[in-house]
Each structure stands twice: as structure tokens, then as C-alpha cells.
């Protein structure tokens, strides 16, 4: 028989109806201390990786924990949540300038800067490409200062269609300094600007101490540069590949334009500004 005096638990009726635990999120900080719901385990936070919080005890033992678990810091239910990463500044280039945001590439300039060879090429492309991506800028190769005349005959240097050229070893006395010189007395002068550092060959453009000289090897005149170089350095120098494989060494040291000589930064930097200036 139903009897309500005692088929009824009145203590039932008294017990509070819990809704989910609130839990405030608290960024993940090292050494932060906090204590795992279930486990009761205590410790301060010395790591986090894929999706697991590691805490040490006061003995020395550390254990590891999901993320999605709940803890405890004073009592107080929280969840921990990795730390909000901090808004990136302005990036900077290879070359030292702001970064441009992102965009369609533009199309090429009538303009045009030539250099040397493909070491040269690609060491431009490498600490300046995105600056001469962003005006539109192609940097093509004369393969020797010999080919300049031709190479700006043909190009045809004008009012809109200026020509910079870099050359190595552009000092007094110089084959390419007489190229130069004669060129700027030609029909095309006042429309190509030629600038040129003083090093033998652009790779003595990179910092030696990138490569862990306190400067260059002296090479004798009597054996052509790169492979002099490469003996001195005790490298392979006998084949072509052993050049481009050492070159492709050199390179990879270089960062930014800070492990570059200031004597080819500044020469780069005046090109780009003659041949995009409106």
C-alpha cells in the first residue's frame, strides 16, 4: 500500500538542483598553481603540448593532464586556455622595409635593373625581392660588363624606361669603371645610372664573418677568383657544381641585409630608387 508519510524522502526534496559548474578561464602561465578536479593532484604548470598541461608537485613529480579537464586555483573551478598571442607588429622585409600587405603582383615596369651575373641575381631577389615585387621591378643579367653596350642598345634606356645597373669591381683603373665611363658620355647616359661596389666578386658582398672569417682569402691574380676561394676555404673547386655548391653555401648565411657589406646595400637601394621614381 502507498503510504505518502514514508514513500517520500523529504531530504530529496531539500538537496539544491546543480546546473553545470561555471569555470573561468584562466590563461596558461608557467608556474601558475592549480589543482586537478578529479585527481586533486597540486602543482604549478611547467609545460603545455598538444592539448596537455604538465604540473609539478612540490616533490619534483610532474604529471600530465588534458586541457579539457577542470581545475581548481584557491578553490575556485577554472579552464585553463593557452595565452592569447599578441598582435604582430609590422613586418619587415630582407631588405629593412615594411612589408607591403598582401596583394596582386603588379605588373612590370618599363624600367629595368640589370646585373652581372646569376650570383648577383639571385642575391638581390633574395634580400630585396618583395621590395621590387611590390613596384614591379625585373632584374635581368648582362652575363659580364662586357655585354652592358649591347644589352642597353637593345633595351633602349629612355625617359620612362630608365636602366640601373649593378657591376662588380667598380673602382678606379677597372675595366668596368672604363665600361661605365663611356657609357655615361653615350646617347643613353642621362637615362642609366651605374653603380658599382668594390669587391672582386659579389660573394665578397656577404659579411665574413657570416661565414666565420675575419676576412676574405687574398687571392693571387693568376687564379680566377671563386675557385681561389673555394681552395682556401677547403672546399671543392674543380667542377662547375662544386662553385655552385659552394655559392649556394655562402648564400644560406646570408639573413637580411645586415649580413650584407654596406658598400652593395647602399648601391641596391639607389638603383631601386632611380628606376621607380615617378
Known amino acids: 500500500m502507498f503510504d505518502p508519510r514514508y514513500d517520500d524522502d523529504p531530504l530529496a526534496r531539500m538537496k539544491p538542483r546543480r546546473g553545470p559548474v561555471q569555470r573561468r578561464e584562466v590563461p596558461l602561465a608557467r608556474g601558475l598553481v592549480v589543482e586537478h578536479s578529479e585527481t586533486e593532484w597540486c602543482g604549478a604548470v611547467v609545460g603545455a603540448r598538444e592539448g596537455l598541461v604538465q604540473l609539478e608537485d612540490f616533490g619534483g613529480k610532474v604529471r600530465a593532464f588534458p586541457l579539457s579537464d577542470g581545475f581548481l586555483i584557491d578553490g575556485e573551478p577554472v579552464r585553463l586556455v ?16 615594411f612589408a607591403a600587405p598582401q596583394q596582386r603582383a603588379r ?35 648582362l652575363q659580364g660588363a662586357d655585354n652592358l653596350e649591347q644589352v642597353l642598345a637593345e633595351f633602349g634606356p629612355g625617359r620612362e624606361r630608365r636602366a640601373g645597373v649593378l657591376l662588380d669591381h667598380l673602382v678606379r683603373g677597372s675595366k668596368e669603371t672604363r665600361i661605365a665611363e663611356s657609357i655615361a658620355k653615350g646617347p643613353h647616359g642621362a637615362h642609366v645610372l651605374i653603380v658599382g661596389h668594390p669587391f672582386v666578386d659579389i660573394w665578397q658582398a656577404v659579411k665574413p664573418a657570416r661565414m666565420g672569417l675575419e676576412a676574405w682569402p687574398e687571392i693571387p691574380r693568376s ?12 672546399w671543392p673547386s674543380e667542377e662547375p657544381a662544386d662553385i655552385a655548391d659552394a655559392w649556394s653555401r655562402i648564400r644560406g648565411r646570408v639573413r637580411d641585409f645586415r649580413d650584407l657589406e654596406p658598400e652593395l646595400v647602399g648601391r641596391v637601394e639607389h638603383l631601386i630608387d632611380f628606376v621607380t621614381v615617378g
Open 223 to 234: 687564379i680566377e677568383w671563386k675557385r681561389g676561394i673555394c681552395r682556401a676555404l677547403g
Open 107 to 141: 605588373v612590370a615596369m618599363p624600367s629595368r635593373i640589370f646585373v652581372e651575373g646569376k650570383h648577383d641575381a639571385e642575391l638581390v631577389e633574395q634580400v630585396w625581392g618583395d621590395d621590387l615585387r611590390v613596384e614591379g621591378v625585373v632584374v635581368e643579367l
Open 82 to 97: 593557452p595565452p592569447k598571442r599578441k598582435p604582430a607588429g609590422r613586418q619587415r622585409t630582407a631588405s629593412g622595409s
